[in-house]
């Protein structure tokens, strides 16, 4: 089975500049997350996808962040204008059911430094 | 809110050394408690996990009991090996839902 899979892999850009992130999930897999990390914490949610409605974007600065999930399987993460402070490893994760709990697959990360 | 906070690191060990890492939590209800580990240049995989009180998650020697008393959830190994080095992160999920909330991450390196 083929894992959650993430591009680019690495992105380097001056803040200001626009910046979008992809995210192919795991198949049938219909929950989909967006995390943001940054060095030397731990993940934090910014916006959950079941199929192709957003369950949770409480933490999104949506000011600056957005993203889709058109079809119910790709998704989209886009910064415009970037800032300094969202210099970041930017995982994605799906996850399925799994008796009482749902078990979270994650990607390997776009790491995204804004100079 | 839904809160977990775990031990600062860097834990530097020898090989073969008892490994204890702490974590407690803040939930309402009753969560499913979770140990993710960063292996380097890796992404997040499930190390092991407990969905109710007293269980016990366990998986490749690593374990963690699940304790509503103490709200604990403290990852322990007994004899580590130099590729258990890697961060690891303590996580929760609530009891109506699948939104997981991370601990800071410690950051264990073993020597040989």
């Known amino acids: 089975e083929a894992g959650v899979a993430q591009s680019p892999r690495y992105k380097i850009i001056e803040k200001r500049q626009s910046v979008a992130f992809w995210c192919n999930p795991i198949s049938g897999h219909a929950t989909l997350y967006w995390y943001q990390q940054i060095l030397g914490q731990g993940p934090k949610l910014l916006i959950q996808?079941?199929?192709?409605?957003?369950?949770?974007d409480s933490q999104l600065p949506k000011d600056r962040f957005s993203a889709e999930r058109l079809k119910g399987v790709d998704s989209t993460l886009k910064i415009q204008p970037a800032k300094l402070e969202d210099s970041a490893v930017y995982l994605c994760?799906?996850?399925?059911?799994?008796?009482?709990?749902?078990?979270?697959?994650f990607g390997p990360g776009t790491r995204l430094t804004v100079t | 809110g839904d809160s977990v906070t775990q031990m600062e690191g860097p834990v530097t060990l020898s090989e073969e050394a008892f490994l204890t890492i702490n974590c407690t939590y803040t939930a309402t209800g009753y969560p499913s408690l979770f140990w993710y580990v960063q292996y380097p240049g890796e992404g997040l995989q499930l190390l092991l996990k407990a969905t109710k009180a007293d269980d016990k998650g366990s998986n490749k020697g690593f374990e963690a009991t699940y304790r509503k008393e103490t709200t604990s959830f403290h990852l322990e190994k007994g004899s580590v090996q130099v590729s258990d080095s890697a961060v690891y992160f303590c996580a929760l999920s609530p009891a109506a839902g699948n939104k997981l909330t991370f601990g800071g991450g410690t950051r264990v390196l073993v020597k040989p």
């Open positions: 996808f079941q199929n192709n409605g957003v369950v949770d």
């Open positions: 994760a799906s996850s399925v059911e799994q008796g009482a709990t749902y078990e979270q697959y």
